[in-house]
């Protein structure tokens, strides 16, 4: 094993005890760790450990998540819920809201709930595969701060508002589709930033209209509004960057309109020139397959069309066709017995959380000895 991976058992453990030392109360310690940590267990670096520092722990020390999550409901019916988060736990809010749609859905066949005031809630595909295992159609989507231009436009206006849809298939693995409405998204560049990458040009628009690609400096521009990223399809109508422009705008709209939470400009996490809470809001959508003509039947179903997708003729040169959560899972497959892999820089960062938070004696990372 390299020097760079981390068990399995000992990140779980080391988050769990970090958040819960931040003040997060340990049930939704572990909760958190387990949304971060299934970001690295499909493979998306962008969403796990290596956010785990800037975009939690951080925010709980600058003030501006809450450690502690008061879980309001502020109006409920047999099918739906509004939830206030209070700028809580953005996984503790999410667990908790799509098992509350989940319920629904076993008594009444459907069930959503829609959030406002949270926080960064993690990977959307966490909470859709919650909906899959217990046997439903799961649909997710959150605003975020501004990233996205519109069509024509060169303004951060939309965030990078993923919609996310889950269901079960009779294969070893769900079907997962979780991608953001832009092309990239800032948990990518963060990651390139720290690998020493350039960011592809076509991703990201500058004011002058023209392509950017240095990361680091699209990095600070996407906060100065001297830069946005451009929706999924391209810049443009040639690529038909308007489609991802208008699947980003539908999420900002469930993300806001049905709690009545906030949108666009106002989730900046910046007023007056000092950092802010986010108030970002969610929704959560969970459908009874069983309520229609029965699960199995479903699955199968679905399971066959996967199958045949990934039979139809290949490109010349590419030995397999994909389909959504397969690469997933077969990173999994290989991380199982192996651990997290974490980079340098990441490294660095955990080990300074550790110190500062007394945990030193408990924990030596493999990198260390």
Partial sequence: MGKNIVPWETINAFVTDAFAAVGVPREDAAICADVLLESDRRGIESHGVNRFKPIYIDRIWDGIQQPETVFEIVRE?????????????????????????????KEY???????????????????????????????????????????????????????????????????????????????????????????????????????????????????????????????GEELAGYKGYGYATVVEVLSAALQQGQYLKALTGISNGSKVPYHLGHFFIAIDIEAFLGLDAFKQTAGNIMRALRASQKAPGQEHIFTAGEKEWNVWLSRKDSGVPINEAVQKELCAVRDKLGLTAKYTFPWEE
Avoid at 95 to 105: G, L, P, T, Y
Avoid at 185 to 214: C, F, H, M, N, W
Wanted: hydrophobic content about 40%; aromatic content about 6%.
């Fill in 109 to 235: 066949g459907m069930g959503m709930v829609a959030v406002r005031n949270s926080c960064h809630y993690g990977i959307a595909g966490y909470y859709a595969s919650m909906a899959a295992k217990a046997g439903m159609i799961g649909i997710t989507g959150t605003n975020a701060r501004p990233s996205i231009a519109p069509t024509f436009g060169v303004e951060n206006m939309l965030g990078t508002n993923p919609l996310t849809i889950g269901f079960p298939t009779d294969e070893d693995f769900d079907f997962v589709i979780d991608c953001a409405t832009s092309i990239t998204q800032r948990g990518k560049l963060e990651y390139y930033s720290r690998i020493g990458k350039d960011t592809p040009a076509g991703q990201v628009i500058g004011v002058d209209g023209e392509a950017k690609t240095d990361t680091n400096a699209i990095l600070k521009q996407l906060n100065t509004g001297e830069a946005a990223l451009a929706p999924l399809g391209g810049i």
């Fill in 77 to 105: 019916t047999k099918t739906t819920a509004v939830v206030d988060g209070h700028d809580g736990m953005g996984q503790v809010i999410g667990c908790k809201s799509m098992q509350m749609a989940i319920d629904k859905a």
